[in-house]
């Protein structure tokens, strides 16, 4: 790996100024922690706030600007704390409100901001609004705050529609009393019912609880998902889980979610220190997600569409452009993502069988993705090259959708969201490495031998490891101004099947290539040689290597000064 940087992390007064500049979310790099899989600071085999704490030092660097959290609220854990049930409160399995005020201290102490999870479209069964509705009975006031319905058929035997659970089965259970209640997701996780009142002022307290607090932000889960269709109408067809993020439904990406935000951005404006809002809003085009960015609704919005195209530089190149000029009309920045804790890890999903081509394309995705203009978010274990865990024993396994996706219940989602799930490697030759305080201690999921060398201890040895190239890439994109920032790129003419553009700020320009093909390509050199996703002595393929050409081995991004 070459690269000409004289330190690759920020000094501490560098980064807390970083932090305080304006629009820092525009261009942020933000970096997900799945509390139970991070850092576990008691032993008990689950990560935790404190276990985060600890490991803060890891992020800061790493070079990273801002932590999403995702949930620690109090809750049954049916679906890994998004099924909560009480929205101010920590589940003890993570720790306490005050190691919560800890983090967000901590965090901001060395420049690093801090968004937490909101799950504003469902609640757990448990929570104190739900149990009482259920209680009461049919007619109470409470379950007018939730989808409770009569149902079909002679005796109510039967759902009020069609509607099927992203998990897989009815979107509808059936109560002790004869009625049923929606929920879009498990049996447990009830969904509200936004055009109720109570609901709206409800999430209103609990913003302003976190904001009190600290927090810097919010990812809005299944931000798509509030407002339903008036009447529920049927969908018609079956398997809709394969219309989420493609087609419209009448339960999802509904006009009325706009009026909800634009209640939201009033609550954020008025704190100081650019508090923001970004959507998990599954739409059928990045057109459709631009609508919750207007300049009076949230900040941003993940690129589900951007996440889910393959290798291969046609696609990359049309989400590429499509993405931007869809958030341009709304002034707002593009986000660029490749896996979170919903989906296959991209250093497996690029593989095509050969974990070692994943790796290599892991790699130069993370160039291009941190080259692009707009803000980019990493998933916990990805700066480790960490690859899906696909052989873990079904007895372990806790993704509900799992257990709902066999049987009569028909497919639901792929119901294997744990092999992404499987707490990280620190330190050490043997599980939990490092994961928590005591050497052959548990972890909630088991992590494979293997892992051995992909160990945070073993990578900073290692200076062509995949943590040393992540590190060296967020410290260039934070020195040179042409990363990150602006609005749009300039694409070159390349080869079939190769990718090069230039990003311009100032006085300073930048190229990047990318060999998206299975050969070496020859390429004219565009100026100094700053970094290289593979290694820089690849046997065969030069990098600058002659006066006039560069040849760029398979699988592989670079970063030029031009």
Excluded at 135 to 156: C, M, Q
Excluded at 253 to 274: I, N, P, S, T
Excluded at 321 to 345: F, I, K, Q
Excluded at 483 to 509: K, Q
Aim: hydrophobic share 40%; glycine share 10%; charged share 25%.
């Amino acid at each position: 790996m070459t690269q000409h940087l004289t330190d690759v992390t920020a000094d501490e007064t560098e980064h807390r100024d970083a932090a305080a500049r304006t629009g820092w979310w525009r261009d942020a790099v933000i970096y997900q922690v799945y509390p139970r899989s991070f850092a576990d600071s008691n032993g008990d085999g689950m990560g935790d706030l404190r276990g985060v704490i600890a490991r803060l030092p890891h992020l800061r660097r790493l070079g990273v600007d801002a932590v999403w959290l995702s949930p620690f609220y109090a809750s049954p854990q049916a679906d890994a704390g998004y099924d909560v049930a009480d929205y101010r409160a920590v589940d003890p399995v993570f720790g306490t409100l005050a190691d919560a005020d800890d983090l967000v201290r901590a965090a901001h102490g060395l420049g690093l901001r801090v968004i937490v999870d909101i799950v504003p479209n469902h609640c757990s069964d448990r929570h104190a609004w739900f149990r009482q509705a259920l209680a009461e009975g049919p007619g109470s006031p409470l379950r007018e705050r939730f989808h409770f319905r009569p149902g079909k058929g002679p005796r109510g035997e039967l759902p009020p529609n069609d509607w099927e659970s992203v998990f897989g089965g009815p979107a509808w259970t059936r109560t002790a009393d004869g009625e049923w209640y929606l929920h879009l997701f498990a049996p447990e996780q009830p969904d509200f019912n936004w055009d109720h009142p109570a609901v709206h002022e409800e999430f209103r307290s609990v913003l302003r609880f976190w904001l009190d607090l600290g927090v810097d932000g919010f990812r809005v889960d299944v931000a798509h998902g509030l407002v339903k269709a008036p009447g529920l109408p049927d969908v018609g067809r079956g398997e809709q889980v394969k219309l989420l993020g493609v087609r419209p439904t009448p339960y999802f990406d509904q006009d009325g979610v706009h009026e909800v935000y634009r209640d939201w951005r009033a609550v954020l404006d008025a704190y100081d220190g650019e508090r923001i809002a970004v959507a998990e809003a599954w739409t059928p085009t990045v057109e459709r997600s631009a609508l919750y960015l207007r300049p009076d609704e949230l900040h941003q919005a993940f690129n589900f569409t951007y996440l889910t195209t393959g290798w291969d530089a046609v696609a990359l190149r049309a989400v590429i452009d499509r993405s931007l000029a869809a958030m341009n009309t709304v002034g707002a920045p593009a986000t660029w993502v490749l896996s979170n804790h919903d989906v296959v890890r991209h250093t497996t999903r690029f593989a095509d069988g050969d974990p070692a081509r994943g790796l290599r394309r892991a790699r130069a995705a993370t160039l291009l993705m941190l080259a692009l203009p707009g803000s980019a978010y990493l998933y916990q274990g990805e700066e480790l090259g960490l690859p899906e865990v696909t052989d873990l024993p079904d007895e372990v396994r806790q993704d509900p959708a799992f257990f709902r996706g066999s049987g009569q219940d028909g497919p639901g989602q792929e119901g294997r969201r744990d092999g992404c799930r499987v707490p990280l490697p620190w330190s050490g030759t043997k599980p939990p490495f490092g994961f928590g305080p005591a050497e052959g201690g548990p972890s909630w999921l088991p992590q494979p031998a293997a892992w051995k060398d992909l160990t945070v201890e073993a990578q900073e040895r290692d200076p062509d490891s995949t943590l040393q190239l992540y590190r060296a890439a967020l410290a260039l994109r934070r020195e040179h101004p042409a990363l990150g920032a602006g609005e749009s790129v300039e694409w070159l003419d390349t080869p079939p099947g190769v990718l090069a553009f230039r990003r311009r700020a100032a006085d300073r320009s930048l190229v990047v290539t990318v060999n998206l093909t299975d050969r070496p390509v020859a390429l004219p050199v565009p100026g100094e040689l700053l970094l290289c996703s593979g290694h820089a002595h690849a046997p065969g393929a030069p990098l600058g290597g002659c006066e006039s050409a560069a040849v760029l081995p398979p699988d592989v991004t670079v970063w030029w000064a031009a």
